[in-house]
Every structure is written in C-alpha cells, then in structure tokens.
C-alpha cells in the first residue's frame, strides 16, 4: 500500500472556480503534511504547511482530518497561474525524516 | 532561492556506463537527499545524507550509491546505468530547523 495516495485529475476549472484536492495518507502517527507546487519540467516548490488547525495563505487553504487520514488543499478565486501539479507529502517518522510524496494532481485553470 | 545547484541538468548515455550527478549547496545544511521521479510513481527516494561521510539507503537505492566528502556536495552515482534509471532527479535539503524539504532544479537523465 502506498504511504500517500492522490487522485491524479486533471481537473480541469474555469478562472474564478473553487477547486479542493484531497490527499491520503497511510501512517496514523504522521505528523507533518505538506502541498508543494510542480510546473511543468520544474522541482516541486513548497507551498505550505498543513497543521491540526488548518491554515489559511490568501486564497489557498490547507486543512488536515486526523480522524480519516487525509489533508486537503483548496483553492478559491482560481488563475491562470494556478496551472500547475499538486503534490502532498507527509513526513516519514522514521529515522531519514524524509517525505512520502504523492503522485500529484493536475489542474488546468482555464479562461 | 535554498542555494542548491544540480550539475549536469540534462544527460544522455548508454546503458552499462557509470554516471555521476552532482549536487552542491552553498548554506551548509546537514541533511541532504535525491529522489527520482517517474510518471505514475510521483517522488522516491534514492539516498539521503545527515552528516560528512553519513549516508543511509532510500525505498529505491538498488543501482545506486552515493557519497559526500564535504558538506556542500552530495554525488550520486550510477555504477553501470539501465534503461530503468532513465528519470527525472532531484536533490533536496532540508534545513535543521524544520522538517521541509527544498529541491534543486534537477536532472533529466536519459539511458538509452
């Protein structure tokens, strides 16, 4: 079983769209989560944090739900720009203190 | 900008030939890493390091090995490259004071 599972989309929205991504995860004890953004032949780049509380940065809202293993990403108000892969990725317990990363969701925002 | 730089970006070989890439950082960060990544399988880890001459094994590191003799460069090396190493990969730091990874622009490796 994988440690991190996403739906790899696309999802393909119009500008001005809401659009939520969810990510699960397979370690009830993981800890840390995060969404990084991928364009196309570029590294992945972080793009925040997911706590126990949610958190909120401008119009992307990233949110954990311990009790079913996953964490979402929404994105309101959606641009251009926002085109992109998704990936979650959750902390690896263990001794490497690495990331599980998922496979990624495409979104096409589309004028 | 976490200062890190991939070298060579791009490569073409052949397979049963040695093949080396390099990453080097500038901010002196302990923990150092390469993944690959491949359509349908997302980020793996190859290898990581925490420390000069401390290195430890990743979910894919069969084929590979790797070394770093100096805090500012982490080498992966290919002892004789199969067509199923062609990939995309990253190398990554992450800094003592938190738990996120920051990756370099990788390398599109290509054996044929």
């Known amino acids: 079983r994988k440690e991190v599972e996403q739906d790899p989309g696309p999802f393909n929205v119009p500008e001005g769209a809401t659009v939520a991504f969810n990510c699960t995860y397979s370690n009830s004890a993981s800890q840390s989560f995060f969404w990084y953004r991928q364009d196309c032949r570029k590294e992945p780049k972080l793009l925040m944090s997911v706590y126990s509380s949610g958190n909120e940065d401008g119009r992307f809202t990233a949110q954990l739900n311990r009790a079913s293993q996953y964490i979402s990403l929404l994105i309101r108000d959606s641009k251009l720009s926002d085109s992109a892969t998704y990936l979650c990725a959750v902390l690896d317990q263990t001794g490497a203190n690495n990331l599980f990363f998922g496979t990624g969701t495409r979104l096409t925002v589309i004028p | 900008d976490a200062g890190i730089t991939q070298s060579p970006r791009h490569k073409v070989t052949e397979t049963g030939t040695p093949v080396t890439l390099r990453c080097h950082q500038t901010?002196?960060?302990?923990?150092m890493y390469w993944y690959r990544q491949d359509p349908g399988h997302g980020l793996r880890l190859i290898h990581y390091?925490?420390?000069?001459?401390?290195?430890d094994k990743g979910e894919v590191s069969d084929g590979y090995s790797v070394s770093r003799s100096k805090t500012e460069d982490f080498l992966l090396t290919l002892e004789s490259a199969t067509s199923s190493q062609t990939s995309v990969y990253f190398c990554a730091i992450r800094r003592a004071t938190n738990e996120k990874l920051f990756f370099g622009s990788g390398t599109q490796l290509s054996v044929l």
């Open positions: 901010e002196n960060h302990r923990y």
């Open positions: 390091s925490y420390g000069v001459k401390d290195t």
